[in-house]
């Protein structure tokens, strides 16, 4: 077996053999021989070292920090580099750069995939060519680098249809008709990384989904809802506002992909299984935006349409928009997907993380909702 290659330890932890570690059990035999005792002292553990792929995005930066926090050494690859963190290496490229990426995942035996082309564009080719296409690119290079674990940030939009999903548990099938084509591409994206799973080329894969993640620095949802207040359209309630909806703080989302990455191993039920990372604390789609508005000084929406009507509403808009494209680029606000997200039922169970990972949400919805309220001083009323 050549030097970079891993090999799977009778006890089941993986043995890295490029720098003589095992990361489990240090006494079992197997590891011994291959161990310098010195070098264990004074080296970071390869399973220490990681690259994430998607690191200078939203949740790629928060996992980044995180990570350097608990004493891995962190590549980021991403097609931007939006900052600087002592301790990580950044390297700019195009997921879909082969070369490039392999320059990013030597040495490493874990990479983090959290990179996607936003979801709120229009452009089919770039979600195939990224998600898709790309993220072959990304097992091919693992493979080639010796990665040893790829942990996929999936989503749990993969199972929705715009219809009611109450307490979903990861066995739902994938969505017949996914909302939008980004939703498309995901199912695409979980489905080669979960089938490139191997224990026997000492490959191990898992996805992670999460739903709703919000958080400091996001540039979705926080932003998006201020934008549609300052334009006077958050007055109205789609349906009776009781719909439960999952949403998700990023510190929690990150804590799942790491617990994912240290409990994934050869002998572990993790290894090509997807899992539900959330709040665990389902709230009302309603509630949740108010608590966000009411917190930068914007009033809560108070008035009800009925959600057929703005439905079907959103649904003319959009092939309005449709039609014009030739001649006028229209991106409307009600689009029928952002209406379904907003007026249907949607939450997940997270007991399989619970079981296999130790998962727990570590920042209650309530706290969470502070610290993100507390992020965005810009975006209070009158700011
Ligand atoms: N935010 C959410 O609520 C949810 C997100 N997810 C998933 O989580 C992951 C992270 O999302 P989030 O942090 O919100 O997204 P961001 O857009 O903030 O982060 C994604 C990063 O990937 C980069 N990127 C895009 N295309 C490429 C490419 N071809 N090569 C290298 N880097 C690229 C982006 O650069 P650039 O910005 O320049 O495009 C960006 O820096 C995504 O996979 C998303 O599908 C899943 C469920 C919910
Ligand atoms: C739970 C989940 C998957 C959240 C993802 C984030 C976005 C899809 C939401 C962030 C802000 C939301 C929002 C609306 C829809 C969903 C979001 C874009 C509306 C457009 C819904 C209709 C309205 O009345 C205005 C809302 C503004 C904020």
Wanted: aromatic share 8%; charged share 20%; glycine share 8%.
């Amino acid at each position: 077996m050549g030097i970079g290659f891993s090999a799977l330890c009778p006890y089941g932890s993986v043995c890295f053999l490029r720098d003589h570690y095992c990361s489990a059990r240090v006494s079992s035999d197997c590891c011994k021989e291959r161990r310098d005792p010195h070098m264990a002292t004074r080296v970071r553990p390869s399973s220490k070292r990681c690259a994430i792929i998607g690191g200078s995005g939203f949740l790629g930066r928060h996992l980044v920090e995180r990570l350097v926090d608990k004493g891995y050494t962190v590549n980021v690859f991403d097609i931007r580099q939006a900052y600087e963190l002592p301790g990580v290496t950044f390297h700019q490229g195009d997921l879909c750069d082969r070369q490039a990426l392999l320059v990013a995942l030597k040495e490493v035996s874990v990479v983090f995939h959290c990179a996607s082309p936003a979801p709120a564009s229009d452009d089919r080719a770039l979600f195939q060519r990224v998600n898709i296409d790309g993220t072959r690119t990304v097992i091919q290079a693992c493979h080639e680098a010796g990665v040893q674990k790829l942990i996929l940030t999936s989503s749990a939009s993969v199972v929705f249809e715009g219809t009611d999903i109450k307490n979903g548990r990861e066995d739902l099938p994938y969505a017949k008709k996914p909302i939008d084509y980004y939703t498309e591409t995901k199912i695409q994206q979980e489905k080669l990384v979960l089938e490139a799973c191997s224990k026997d080329k000492g490959f191990l894969t898992v996805a992670i989904r999460p739903h709703g993640i919000f958080g400091p620095r996001d540039p979705q949802l926080v932003p998006i809802l201020v934008d549609t207040a300052r334009r006077g359209k958050m007055k109205f309630i789609i349906g009776d506002g009781s719909n439960l909806v999952d949403f998700t703080y990023v510190e929690n989302v990150v804590h799942g992909h790491i617990l994912a990455a240290e409990h994934l191993k050869a002998d572990s039920p993790l290894c090509g299984q997807a899992y539900h990372i959330t709040n665990d604390e389902p709230v009302r789609f309603w509630d949740f935006m108010s608590q966000i508005l009411v917190g930068l000084g914007y009033s809560a929406p108070r008035y009800h349409l009925p959600y057929t009507l703005v439905y079907g509403i959103a649904l003319l808009l959009w092939l309005i928009a449709v039609l014009l494209r030739p001649l006028i680029r229209i991106k409307p606000t009600f689009t029928p997907m952002r209406v379904a997200l907003a007026g249907t039922h949607h939450y997940y169970s997270c007991a399989r993380a619970k079981k296999d990972m130790g998962y727990q949400p570590l920042v209650p919805l309530r706290e969470a909702i502070v610290r993100t309220v507390e992020s965005y001083p810009h975006l209070r009323k009158g700011k």
